[in-house]
Each structure stands twice: as structure tokens, then as C-alpha cells.
């Protein structure tokens, strides 16, 4: 029923019915595998182990034919493909490389599957049309035809968060690299042109001595103005050359000390989000040991037959050994406190008094991640705002402290689901710790925020916010600061007298918070307002954004130090040869009169002995 098929790889039974268009793009097929396990490279050499394939693919086709004894597994979607692969339903999966790599992006997985090997298929992408439709081939291509390579590195980023395995120009690598070539191309080119001018003038200059000798006016010659604009000409084609390589060597040196910085915030960017999730799968592994305790079921039974009534959950003996109960695990530990939440959501326990009766504060927050606890799953939740204090930053100015929890179902002996159990962490501790392991110099900063863009983790820059009247005193950024655009650097003065909340992300945040992952090497304001250069990413799995980045002056501050001993030298160079060249017109003008003078009274004494 419809006209156009947007992407289709090209082959002789479609071609009967299909007309395609010119390439449009390429597609790789890659043979993925849980991280730090050793398969072969070559699915021939699988034997019996199973692989995973979207049933009906390409994918499918092609690896029955390549390896008939290969023993498949078909799945229905890519979802399905890479859960059989963690789960080791299959010992690797058989997939296109763009479709891996922007799913395990979006679901924060790219930590535990890798690719194995790009080598199996690479195959061209072409739009398909009905031949009775071929008409609209020419538009189909004509659009195309419209659309700049940036826009279409652009579109790409957003599917393939790898740039190694991009093929449309990357403003963010691939424009670099054109640059980084340029530069060393350029400097082997302007050698060249100096050595081939140089030869061009040695060569016309005996070609006018040659022809002066044949005169009998060498000397004429040497005496003209030519011969002097001619080394002025010389003087002046060398200075403007080591302008040009002065020129080619600082964009080169620029564009190097960028990628670097980029390079290096990319290496943070992920060593923090590995050890993120090290840290949420060690406190999941806790919880879980918590869960099958039978003493803490049996405690919560006896809190869950109690009334819904405040006075009587709080005075209850089963609150008090359940108090006692987590104080004995809780010791040497950074856990703060617990919740034991019903299935109607009601806190029925808790380490202290507020909150019992009520409707829990993470259902109140987040009540998304609260029903996939009462689904059966063990989940993380970042912080999220709280009046209860876990230690003494509550005051005036301070009324709702951040917090954050890893909650998971307590089942009964018959396995089922009779409560939440959720363990409350300071969010001030171990997470931000972990982020704040990720800054360098001195304006480097690692940070975790929302999706509306508030900070998870405290700012590096809280005391100089506090200090410029952009932050309430006492607090440290955590669910206080969002990540938007100011419009100019509010660090020097500068004032938007919209406020925060209803400015628009920056140009990372807004990136991120659309599951994209990036590097900017040219430089954008953060939530400061000054500019920086930064990388970041969106990971679905700890449902939060990650970003590493510094000050763009610091980060730069290595090219300015080159580029001014580099324009100090060359300051020295032009000054000293225009004082040579103004030092030798003298010199040969000075020589000139000396040798006239001397010619004429020369004469003069031959007049004067032959009268």
C-alpha cells in the first residue's frame, strides 16, 4: 500500500518488482557478545553453540545460507535479541551495527555487550519504489540531493552514538580530522611552494644576468631599481610564507589540543558511568541478600495486618524490632534508612517516625519506578526531593533535602509480592563521590542530572554560585540547579531576567535528555553560562544523563601558551628581517656611491694622464 520504502538492501528477487535509488547509506552486520567472554570471530566456528537473529531479517537469510550448520535462535525484535544474550539464551547475537548501537545506548548496555567483529556483511541501503511508480525516483534523489553532509552527520549521531562508525561527515570528529589533514598537508604544500619559488627565482635571476652579460650591462643591472625591488619581492614572499605556515600551525595546534580535551572528557565520561553502575549493581545485590531474610518477612507481615492508622503503625511492636532489625545491618554502612511500603503504596515502616501511614515519598516522586518494584524488579531511584533529614543540612533555607533509594519486592513463601522494601541513601555521599572522582584542573566537573535537566550530583562551582547570589545559601546544586542556557556568562555579571526554570537546556543537556550521546569540541555555555567543551551521554538503565566537561579557557589554555611563544618568535623573525633588508639597501646603496665615486675618479685620472 505505500509508494516509497524508505531503506532496503538491494538483491535480484526485489529487483523484479523494485526500482531502487542510488546508495543512500551503507549498513554493517557485526557479531555482538556479552563483554569479557571469548567467542570466535568467525560464526563458522560456533559448532553448537546457538546465535541469536531477528527472525525474518536479512540477517537470518544470510547466515543460513553463508553457515548451514549454524544452529540460530530467531527472535522477534532487537529488544528480544540482546535480553536472550544477557540472559544466555545464545552465546552471540547476529545484528546490524546501527541498530545495536543506538539500542544498547538507549538502555545503558554498551558496558556489557560488545561487538565481536564487523566483518561478517557490509551491505548498501537504497530507498525502493514499485516500477510502476518510477517517476518518483528523480524526486526521492532530487531531496536527497538537498540535504548538506552536517545535517546528515547530524541525523546519524542521533542513531550512532559510536563516531568510528559513522560515515557522513561528523562536525565533531570526522570536520577535525579534515582539519588535523589540513594541517599537515597544508605545511608539506607551502614547503614545497617555497622550494619552488626559490628555484623560480634563481632561475629568472641568471636568466637576466645571462642576457645583462650579453649587453655588456651587468653592471647597469645591478644598479637598477629592478634588481632591488626584486629582493624586496624575495624579502617580502618569505615573510608572507611563514605567516601562512604560522597560520596552518596554530589552527593545527588548536584543532589538536580540542580533540585531546574531547578525547580525554570521553574516557572520564565513561570510567564514571562504569563505576555508577558498579556501585547501583553492588547496593541491588545487597538488597536482594536483604530480601530473603525470613526475619524480615516475617516483620513486615506483621506490620501489614496492622490498621493504616499513624499512631498505631509507629507504637506498634512490630515497627520497633523492625527498627532494630535494620540497625543491625544498617551499622558500618552508608545506608540512612528504610521503607516498608504496601502494595497500595502506604508507608508502613520506616526508621523514623514521618512519613508512616502516608503515601510513600517515592510514589509520590516517582511512582513509574515504584510499580516496576510491585512488577517484580529491583530498582534504583535516583534523588528525588524529601523532608526528612538524613543528617543536619535541613534548615531555613534548606526545607526539602534530596535523597535517593533502591527498592525491591518482599515475597511471601508462595512467592508472592506482599510489600516494598527500600533502603535510602545520602545522595551527597557515595553517588556524587563517584562523579566527582571525574574532574580535572581546575574547572573540570562530572556531573549526573534528570530529564528535566536538574542536577543529581553537587556542583563543583555551588560556592561561587552562592557567592554571585544564583544559589541559596547552604545548598550544593542537587535537584536545586537546571541545566539551561543562560545566554551569557553569569560569572562576569552578565543577567537573564528569565528565570532558570523556564529557560531552554543547553546545548549538552537538551542532546542528552533526547537519549543521545556526544562530544562538543567547539565549545558551548553551561549552566554557568561559560563557555566549555564537554562530553555526554543518556543512560536508560540508571535513568539519568552523565556529562564530563571543562572550562573552555583552561582546556585551551595550552594552544594560547604555544600560539603566543609561536607569535612572540615570529614577531622577532618579521622585525629582524625587515631590519636586514632595510640594513642591506643601505649596505648596496652606500656601495653603489662608493663604487661610483670611485669609477668616476678613475676616469677622471685617465682624462687627465692621456690630455
Excluded at 530480601?291 to 496492622?306: D, S, Y
Excluded at 526545607?399 to 511471601?412: C, D, H, I, K
Excluded at 534528570?450 to 542537587?478: C, D, H, N, W
Excluded at 649596505?587 to 663604487?595: A, H
Amino acid at each position: 500500500e505505500a509508494d516509497v520504502h524508505s531503506g532496503l538492501f538491494k538483491n535480484d528477487e526485489r529487483s523484479k518488482w523494485l526500482n531502487f535509488t542510488n546508495e543512500i547509506y551503507r549498513v554493517t552486520t557485526g557479531l555482538y557478545q556479552r563483554t569479557g567472554e571469548t567467542v570466535p570471530d568467525d560464526p563458522a566456528k560456533f559448532k553448537k553453540n546457538a546465535l541469536g537473529v531477528i527472525e525474518g531479517s536479512y540477517q537470518e537469510a544470510m547466515a543460513r545460507n553463508r553457515w548451514p550448520s549454524l544452529r540460530l535462535i530467531p527472535f522477534d525484535s532487537p529488544q528480544e535479541l540482546i535480553q536472550a544474550l544477557l540472559d544466555k539464551n545464545v552465546v552471540a547475537v547476529i545484528e546490524e551495527i546501527p541498530v545495536m548501537d543506538s539500542l544498547l545506548s538507549q538502555m545503558g548496555m554498551r558496558g556489557e555487550i560488545s561487538l565481536k567483529s564487523s566483518q561478517l556483511e557490509t551491505n548498501g541501503v537504497h530507498s525502493a519504489i514499485p516500477q510502476e511508480r518510477n517517476e518518483i525516483i528523480n524526486w526521492i534523489e532530487d531531496g536527497f540531493s538537498q540535504i548538506t553532509p552536517m545535517e546528515l552527520g547530524e541525523l546519524e549521531r542521533r542513531w550512532i552514538s559510536d563516531p568510528d562508525k559513522r560515515i557522513y561527515f561528523d562536525p565533531q570528529k570526522k570536520e577535525t580530522v579534515q582539519q588535523k589533514e589540513f594541517g599537515l598537508k597544508g605545511i608539506t604544500g607551502i614547503i614545497l611552494t617555497v622550494i619552488s619559488l626559490m628555484a623560480l627565482t634563481l632561475y629568472f635571476l641568471n636568466y637576466y644576468l645571462k642576457k645583462a652579460r650579453a649587453k655588456g650591462s651587468v653592471e647597469k643591472f645591478f644598479q637598477s631599481s629592478k634588481i632591488r625591488k626584486m629582493g624586496v619581492g624575495v624579502i617580502g614572499l618569505f615573510l608572507i610564507i611563514t605567516l601562512l605556515l604560522a597560520w596552518t600551525a596554530t589552527i593545527y595546534i588548536d584543532q589538536r589540543v580540542r580533540n585531546d580535551t574531547g578525547t580525554t572528557l570521553g574516557i572520564i565520561l565513561q570510567s564514571t558511568q562504569d563505576a555508577l553502575k558498579i556501585w547501583v549493581e553492588n547496593n541491588k545485590d545487597g538488597l536482594n541478600q536483604l530480601l530473603i531474610e525470613p526475619e524480615l518477612l516475617r516483620l513486615a507481615e506483621n506490620l501489614l495486618v496492622l490498621p493504616r492508622n499513624r499512631e498505631t503503625l509507629i507504637e506498634s511492636s512490630a515497627q520497633i524490632a523492625m527498627r532494630e532489625f535494620f540497625q543491625t545491618r544498617f551499622e558500618a554502612s552508608d545506608k540512612e534508612g528504610f521503607y516498608i511500603i504496601s502494595p497500595d503504596y502506604v508507608s508502613i515502616g520506616n526508621s523514623k517516625d514521618a512519613n508512616i501511614g502516608a503515601t510513600n515519598i517515592i510514589a509520590n516522586e516517582r511512582e513509574d519506578l515504584i510499580k516496576k518494584v510491585f512488577q517484580g524488579k529491583i530498582v534504583f531511584v535516583p534523588p528525588i526531593h524529601s523532608n526528612i533529614s538524613t543528617g543536619a543540612r535541613l534548615d531555613e533555607n534548606n526545607t526539602e533535602e534530596p535523597t535517593m533509594f533502591f527498592v525491591g519486592p518482599l515475597r511471601n513463601n508462595h512467592g508472592k509480592i506482599i510489600a516494598a522494601v527500600s533502603i535510602r541513601l545520602d545522595p551527597f555521599k557515595n553517588f556524587t563521590r563517584l562523579t566527582q572522582g571525574g574532574r580535572i584542573g581546575e574547572t573540570g566537573e562530572t556531573y549526573a542530572f534528570s530529564k528535566q535537566g536538574y542536577l543529581y550530583t553537587v556542583s563543583r562551582f555551588a560556592e561561587q554560585m552562592e557567592k554571585q547570589g544564583l544559589l541559596p545559601k547552604g545548598q550544593k546544586g542537587i535537584l536545586k540547579i537546571k541545566v539551561t542556557d543562560p545566554g551569557g556568562n553569569l560569572m562576569t555579571g552578565f543577567s537573564n531576567p528569565i528565570p532558570p526554570k523556564d529557560r531552554s537546556l543547553t546545548l549538552m543537556a537538551e542532546s542528552a535528555t533526547q537519549g543521545n550521546s556526544g562530544t562538543n569540541t567547539i565549545g558551548y555555555r553551561d549552566y554557568r553560562g561559560v563557555p566549555v567543551l564537554g562530553a555526554w551521554l543518556w543512560d536508560e538503565a540508571l535513568g539519568m544523563g552523565l556529562t564530563s566537561k571543562i572550562d573552555l579557557k583552561e582546556a585551551l589554555d595550552p594552544f594560547y601558551f604555544v600560539r603566543n611563544i609561536l607569535l612572540l618568535v615570529l614577531s622577532v623573525i618579521v622585525i629582524f628581517s625587515l631590519f636586514l633588508t632595510a640594513l642591506s639597501a643601505w649596505v648596496g646603496e652606500q656601495t653603489n656611491l662608493t663604487l661610483r665615486k670611485a669609477r668616476d675618479d678613475l676616469e677622471q685620472r685617465v682624462r687627465d694622464r692621456t690630455d
